[in-house]
């Protein structure tokens, strides 16, 4: 994948949804969370990067911090910020980061796409590759549960070893979206299952699930 022609995608089409009208839009997949501080967190994303040693950089509360950081910002102030850190991006997408980065402009993107009721690029052919990174992540942290096949119209993965002791069927969004903590545990619990989904109902968001529907 070429990361930097797929960031800069995402990145166009977010450029064309935003502008001063909607920069105050509540986006409710990111509780607390306005459009413009969704843009605020994406040029952060870079700043942060090059401010030192990523592994410390990225820390739990980073994301918080760079929004607050550009609070008193307009979103054009962000927009120009971001567009800079595009233009010079510190080697961000020759690093293992790269993957990172593409995913979460996709996921933002579609944040931004459900605070403005403007669906779109759900088919973004870069989706599939995040959802792989997230599952490997996933795979990592769930070595002791049971074997759980995935499977959509472009996924069909298995973690764990041996025979699956469920299944779970879904579309390739709503898997990318559970995967980043956009879904509800009643939400996902509706997905097609077979077998017992108990065991990893809690597990399948990397982020944690989100406790009220704010997407459908």
Same mark, same amino acid.
């Given at each position: 994948?070429?990361?930097?022609?797929?960031?800069?995608?995402?990145?166009?089409?977010?450029?064309?949804?935003?502008?001063?009208?909607?920069?105050?839009?509540?986006?409710?997949?990111?509780?607390? $969370?306005?459009?413009?501080?969704?843009?605020?967190?994406?040029?952060?994303?870079?700043?942060?990067?090059?401010?030192?040693?990523?592994?410390?950089?990225?820390?739990?509360? $980073?994301?918080?911090? @760079?929004?607050?950081?550009?609070?008193?910002?307009?979103?054009?102030?962000?927009?120009?910020? $971001?567009?800079?850190?595009?233009?010079?991006?510190? @080697?961000?997408?020759?690093?293992?980061?790269?993957?990172?980065?593409?995913?979460?402009?996709?996921?933002?993107?579609?944040?931004?796409?459900?605070?403005?009721?403007?669906?779109?690029?759900?088919?973004?052919?870069?989706?599939?590759?995040?959802?792989?990174?997230?599952?490997?992540?996933?795979?990592?942290?769930?070595?002791?549960?049971?074997?759980?096949?995935?499977?959509?119209?472009?996924?069909?993965?298995?973690?764990?070893?041996?025979?699956?002791?469920?299944?779970?069927?879904?579309?390739?969004?709503?898997?990318?979206?559970?995967?980043? @903590?956009?879904?509800?545990?009643?939400?996902?619990?509706?997905?097609? $299952?077979?077998?017992?989904?108990?065991?990893?109902?809690?597990?399948?968001?990397?982020?944690?699930?989100?406790?009220?529907?704010?997407?459908?």
């Amino acid at each position: 994948m070429d990361y930097a022609d797929a960031y800069v995608r995402s990145y166009q089409r977010i450029r064309s949804l935003v502008d001063d009208e909607t920069a105050r839009v509540e986006v409710p997949t990111c509780p607390g $969370w306005t459009v413009k501080d969704v843009v605020a967190h994406l040029a952060d994303f870079f700043a942060v990067y090059k401010s030192g040693d990523p592994t410390e950089a990225f820390d739990a509360g $980073w994301g918080d911090r @760079g929004v607050e950081q550009r609070r008193d910002r307009s979103l054009q102030e962000c927009l120009q910020e $971001w567009s800079g850190q595009l233009e010079d991006s510190g @080697g961000l997408f020759e690093s293992h980061l790269a993957p990172v980065a593409v995913a979460d402009v996709l996921a933002h993107e579609q944040d931004i796409r459900t605070a403005l009721d403007l669906p779109g690029a759900r088919d973004d052919e870069n989706i599939i590759p995040a959802i792989e990174m997230a599952l490997s992540f996933l795979e990592k942290r769930t070595a002791d549960l049971p074997a759980l096949r995935i499977v959509t119209d472009d996924v069909d993965r298995q973690i764990g070893d041996g025979e699956p002791s469920a299944t779970l069927r879904t579309s390739t969004y709503d898997l990318f979206r559970t995967l980043h @903590g956009r879904r509800t545990v009643d939400q996902v619990k509706a997905m097609q $299952w077979s077998g017992d989904p108990e065991p990893w109902i809690q597990n399948l968001f990397l982020f944690g699930p989100t406790e009220r529907i704010v997407e459908e």
